[in-house]
């Protein structure tokens, strides 16, 4: 079993702000979190979760009406089976 982690933060260009806005320098959480397990030797489970978020930060504050935070949150399953070995004649 596998266990896999990563968190980075900061400023990035929001380049499609709400409508009327300009782009701007916001802020930004990424996150991600997962785990593999291989019950056999052929099979392979892996769970991930992503986070991505960006908000405006104080500095380059948008109009409050418009002030919001965007964000996506995914998970994501996936298994695999793989068949080795030199097929049957």
């Known amino acids: 079993m596998t266990v896999f982690g990563f968190y980075a933060s900061g400023t990035r260009p929001n380049f499609f702000p709400g409508p009327g806005l300009s782009p701007f320098l916001a802020d930004?959480?990424?996150a991600q979190a997962g785990v593999t397990f291989?019950?056999?030797?052929r099979?392979?489970?892996?769970?991930?979760?992503?986070?991505?978020g960006l908000s405006a930060n104080a500095d380059h504050l948008?109009?409050?009406r418009l002030r919001r935070?965007?964000?996506?949150?995914r998970?994501?399953?996936?298994v695999l089976w793989?068949?080795?070995?030199?097929p049957q004649t």
């Open 75 to 78: 998970r994501i399953s996936t």
């Open 43 to 52: 099979l392979l489970l892996d769970e991930t979760y992503i986070y991505s």
């Open 62 to 64: 948008p109009p409050p």
């Open 28 to 30: 930004f959480v990424d």
């Open 82 to 86: 793989a068949f080795t070995g030199s």
């Open 69 to 73: 935070t965007s964000f996506d949150a």
């Open 38 to 41: 291989r019950p056999m030797s």
